[in-house]
């Protein structure tokens, strides 16, 4: 065997002798710094004797690392202080030695591997006793004693005066601070039905504390295992754990996709395609017949607008977030998974089945040790991805709560079980609502038919309404494109299996029509390669269009009249617009850009803003339910029945507010709806049938 503390020696003072120097010199002024050495195996370990040594590292890591602890205590350096208790710490392992969590086998125990995923939760840092000192209580010897796992462990007797009497003292004992971790395979990267596996990693020195839950990481170290069971009921079923080396945290945006240049030159050329948005928009869910503009809203989400961060520290958004409100039966829940299928990175939960907990992140007490531990949610899970939610308005109201601060702030704020910390969210969210009677009324507000506050609605860019109407040619047509896409998979799977007279050729052509424009696996590598190297700037055209927009929708509204958006609908604009060049890999945002965004914007704001009554869009109709006109007549109203209430002590008869509101010039018809929509909200109340007072705040 190569490995000996003169060759690890040879190595450092080869490659490492300014870290080395950097050491001593925090040694020499009693500095508590770091005392670890980086070795980048892949760069210098591989090319040292050959790579024997990195050899010996993974097959043998316990004597190997041992000896480069001493090897490291060997060196010379410009202070000439001894180097003790050095650590070093191997990164940048050979993609070979990255292994799967599912892969993980009991030939690669005692061996030293890296294991790649997100941190589903950590524990509290907290010291952990190597060597414990202790004084015996007959005559005073101080004894130490090397501890392994599990339960402080006392001398068996004084090697002085054979006393069994000891003391244990903390102070002249040897500490190292210690976290365990949970890492769990990323959930994009698994197939249908699979379950995410995880595995418990171990981290001692100046690699604990560092990560929080939602990280993504390569955790390089040594595979151990443990006999299942407690104390001496030991089960011949052992549990895999990592005893963590080092840790490399992975800052780049989709640095798990692996892009080579094949894939940039198919990117580079679909970018040059003058029809790349009709071929994105024929790649999202081509099975699902129309919503051509909720496809193109759903492509814009995927490559989403650009995050800023100002020089004051404010932060802005680059996250789009779409929610989809419409009738049974309208194909929200497969535009969803779909999505889920093809977002680079997707996290899919349902309303129903979700809790605040499950959301955001939630305390856990640990099994092993008693600490409690943080274990991220979707939103945490989801981070510079897409957080799908299905049946978003089934959740309970305290459990929406949790989404306010994730969709604006893009962050998770935890106070829980005493610990106290802000994770990352920065997610888009795609959400879908079903009507609260069944079907979506146009002539109703949309705030008063799905379970969402108005905050919440706020929140969200575009909002689409999926509604089932019917009609004829779009009925015929969607039938058709239904009993075709039926057809084909009958078809294919008596082709499948059974012998039969259909080939592969002679469907070609009814295949096409369901196929993708583009691959799913190229447009996750197109997704992620815009994400990764595409930044638009506005041009000065650009900038012009926008605030044309934006004044002229806002010069609409003259004193007294509806206010059509707000400054929340001008930053969905810009988003918009900034993915929307994304698109074609454009580093400027051009006119073009933002006409197509204000189309859309305009479609979705006419779908849940259109006052039905003026025909003015009004964006409190949207969120409050109640527009600017009904806003005035229920002021009508209250002045009406507050006037009148001196001469009804009993209440005011409903006919004699009737006959005040039509002189109003508000019909009867009107008058009782908004009659039964003040009660609804405590303005009002009925001492007795038919007969109305005012609700007085004092």
Request: aromatic fraction near 6%; proline fraction near 4%.
């Amino acid at each position: 065997m190569l490995s000996s503390p003169a060759i690890w020696r040879e190595f450092f003072q080869n490659y490492y002798q300014d870290e080395l120097n950097k050491i001593a010199g925090r040694i020499s002024t009693g500095s508590f710094g770091v005392r670890s050495i980086n070795v980048d195996v892949l760069s210098h370990l591989t090319i040292f004797k050959e790579g024997t040594l990195a050899e010996e590292l993974f097959s043998n890591p316990d004597k190997v690392i041992d000896d480069a602890r001493r090897g490291i205590e060997l060196t010379d350096n410009i202070y000439d202080v001894k180097l003790e208790n050095c650590i070093p710490r191997f990164f940048n392992l050979p993609l070979a030695r990255r292994i799967l969590i599912r892969d993980l086998r009991a030939e690669h125990i005692s061996k030293f591997v890296a294991i790649e995923g997100i941190v589903r939760k950590v524990t509290e840092v907290r010291p952990k006793i190597v060597e414990a000192a202790y004084f015996c209580g007959n005559c005073g010897k101080k004894v130490r004693v090397y501890q392994e796992e599990g339960v402080l462990k006392p001398p068996y007797e004084c090697p002085a005066c054979k006393s069994k009497r000891f003391t244990f003292v903390p102070e002249e004992s040897v500490l190292i601070d210690s976290q365990r971790i949970k890492i769990q395979e990323y959930p994009e990267n698994l197939k249908g039905g699979e379950q995410p596996q995880s595995i418990d990693v171990y981290l001692e020195g100046d690699i604990s504390g560092i990560i929080n839950p939602g990280d993504r990481v390569v955790i390089n170290g040594i595979v151990r295992a443990n006999p299942r069971g407690q104390g001496m009921k030991k089960l011949t079923h052992m549990d895999l754990f990592i005893e963590g080396n080092s840790i490399e945290i992975l800052q780049q945006e989709y640095e798990e996709f692996e892009i080579t240049e094949e894939d940039k030159k198919k990117i580079l050329e679909l970018a040059e395609d003058e029809g790349i948005y009709k071929k994105i928009v024929g790649s999202i869910a081509p099975s699902i017949y129309g919503y051509e503009d909720i496809k193109l809203a759903i492509a814009l989400q995927l490559f989403g607008g650009v995050p800023k961060r100002l020089p004051d520290g404010t932060e802005i958004r680059g996250d789009i977030h779409i929610l989809l409100v419409g009738d049974p039966g309208v194909a929200k829940s497969q535009l969803l998974r779909y999505v889920h299928r093809i977002a680079p990175r997707s996290v899919y939960t349902t309303g129903k089945g979700t809790t605040t907990a499950g959301l955001t992140a939630t305390a856990v007490r640990d099994e092993v040790d008693g600490r409690w531990t943080l274990e991220a949610g979707a939103l945490v899970l989801a981070d510079k991805g897409i957080a799908l939610v299905d049946e978003i308005d089934k959740m309970r109201a305290e459990d929406r709560s949790a989404l306010h601060e994730a969709m604006e702030q893009q962050t998770i704020s935890v106070a829980k079980a005493g610990i106290n910390a802000v994770l990352k969210a920065r997610c888009a969210l795609l959400g879908a609502a079903n009507p609260k009677y069944g079907r979506f009324d146009k002539y109703q507000p949309i705030a008063e038919q799905i379970n969402l506050s108005p905050t919440l609605m706020s929140r969200f860019d575009l909002t689409f309404v999926l509604t089932d109407d019917p009609d004829v040619e779009r009925d015929k047509a969607l039938a058709t494109h239904i009993l075709k896409t039926h057809k084909l998979g009958e078809k294919l799977e008596k082709m499948k299996n059974v012998s039969s007279e259909y080939t592969r050729q002679s469907l070609e052509a009814e295949i096409q029509k369901v196929t993708p424009a583009i691959e799913p696996d190229l447009l996750r590598k197109y997704v992620a390669y815009a994400k990764r190297t595409v930044f638009p700037v506005l041009t000065e055209e650009a900038e012009r269009r926008i605030v044309e927009f934006y004044v002229g929708m806002r010069g609409k509204a003259k004193e007294n009249s509806p206010v059509p958006i707000t400054a929340r609908q001008l930053e969905a604009l810009i988003r918009l617009a900034e993915a929307s060049a994304r698109i074609r890999l454009s580093d400027r945002v051009e006119v073009e850009d933002v006409e197509r965004v204000i189309r859309i914007i305009r479609k979705s704001l006419e779908q849940i803003a259109m006052d039905p009554e003026t025909g003015e869009i009004d964006i409190d109709y949207a969120y409050s339910g109640t527009s600017k006109t009904q806003r005035d007549r229920i002021m009508v109203l209250k002045k009406i029945i507050e006037e009148l209430e001196k001469e009804y002590e009993k209440g005011v008869p409903e006919e004699q507010i009737f006959d005040e509101a039509e002189k109003q010039g508000i019909d009867k018809v009107k008058t009782r709806e908004l009659l039964i929509k003040m009660r609804e909200r405590g303005e009002i109340y009925c001492p007795r049938p038919d007969h109305y007072r005012v609700v007085h705040n004092y």
